[in-house]
């Protein structure tokens, strides 16, 4: 089993079967059982769940609530604690409002998926039997039919014109046919005709395949390892990093020049710091964390009424910022189809002829 060539669509398939330790009759039970309970390391995890605590304290990572909260010390440091008060009520309701809405996205998404449960049919024992994705091992014969999904990287065994969409790996719309066959090990993996490949699914044909690779191991699982990065900033959240950080210079910058000023004129540098300090509180825009906070999630709601959920609160911005919207035609992302109803000519009047084009 360690033994498998990492260029699997190379080997015939007999000496494959060979090297799985496989049969073309399928794996037993209790060896499936026991290849599960070594493959288990490497299939492909959900997304670790965000927890509550961390969800909440990340609400907080703004400049502008660092402001506010400095704010709010040196409220507490002038003896004035209503001041106080108030900034650390504004910000925890703005924290939390963003917590609910993106808490609530989060337990959404996990309640579709946990709906959702993909099988495929394997042969077990010499019987097909249908087991979910996560049960696939290597070795395992999987029988593959029109519509169905594709659970791991598999070389075909037999086949009866099979058709499979690649759109996920490839980004090709139209549908690649796969044969019964042997490819060089340098064959690129747009036309490996004789492998089908996880994340995959198939168009129309019968196929029957012996598994090589499933989860962290398979094409699509090295594309999903890749995706596990942190996730890009949006353009509204730098743009809020970036007003944040000005308010900050722009108030560190006029309460050293008031403090200088007051000590040059022979005030008490006792009242010249309180004063400073004051100033710096007076300046701070306490709202504002509250305001767009209300109103991305009021944004949120709404796309939620149009069945549209929203996992991070800031990217509702990145929305009324397009200018240009670009559909992926090739399928990767949608149905691959798109249907023009009006389309302008490069004078920017509506023309027919634009549309006639849409076939080519």
Known sequence: MKDIAKAFWSVPPAELLQQLDATPQGLRGGEAKERLKEFGAIRLKPQKRSRALSLFLSQFKSPIIIILLLAAGLSLFLHDPTDA?????????????????????????????????????????????????????PGDIVLLSAGGSIPGDCVILESKDLFVNEAALTGETYPVEKRVGNLQPETPLSRRTNALFMGTHVVSGTAKAVVVHVGADTEFGKVSERLKLRPPETEFTRGARRFGYFLMEITLIMVIAIFAVNVFLRRSVLDSFLFSLALAVGLTHQLLPAIITINLSHGANRMAQEKVIVKRLHSIENFGSMNVLCSDKTGTLTEGVVHLYTALDVDGHESEKVLLMESY
């Open 85 to 137: 008060l108030i900034i650390l009520a504004i910000v925890f309701v703005s924290g939390l409002l963003g917590f609910r809405q993106e808490r609530g996205a989060v337990n959404a998404v996990e309640k579709l998926l946990s709906i959702v449960q993909t099988r495929a049919t394997v042969l077990r024992d010499g019987n097909p039997v249908e087991v979910p994705f996560e049960e696939i091992v």
